[in-house]
């Protein structure tokens, strides 16, 4: 059974840094994409950055972002494509929330997403 496991989050100030890791275990296999969603109360979870496998994208890596976040936050991932992290600098209060990592590959004889149990991420005023 794949699974995914997050490490980092916490409480800062705003302007002040944070980074996210994301390890995918060895079940999960045929990753499309990889990427962090974030989720506040009452809200649905949305997706904060994304980068696509280095095999399907011809070793492009694309990589897409939340506007509110452009310029501030950088999703990378390891060559192996099994890890990947989320930089996020100069963070707000709006950046508030639980963040989820996320991967898209193959499940259940199909495709599906995989999801992290979620880390709080909070910053002050």
């Known amino acids: 059974q794949g699974r995914l496991v997050e490490s980092g989050g916490g409480l800062v100030q705003t302007g002040q840094s944070l980074n996210l890791s994301c390890t995918a275990s060895?079940?999960?296999?045929?990753?499309?994409?990889m990427g962090w969603y974030r989720q506040i109360p009452g809200h649905q979870r949305e997706p904060v950055a994304l980068?696509?496998?280095?095999?399907?994208?011809?070793?492009?890596?694309?990589?897409t972002y939340a506007d509110s976040v452009k310029g501030r936050f950088t999703i990378s991932r390891d060559n192996a494509e099994n890890t990947w992290n989320l930089d996020m600098n100069n963070l707000k209060p709006e950046d508030t929330g639980v963040y989820f990592c996320?991967?898209?590959?193959?499940?259940?004889?199909?495709?599906?997403?995989?999801w992290g149990q979620g880390t709080q991420v909070t910053v002050s005023s």
């Open positions: 060895d079940g999960i296999k045929g990753i499309e994409t």
């Open positions: 996320n991967a898209y590959a193959i499940l259940a004889g199909g495709w599906g997403d995989y």
């Open positions: 980068i696509s496998s280095l095999v399907r994208t011809h070793g492009q890596g694309i990589t």
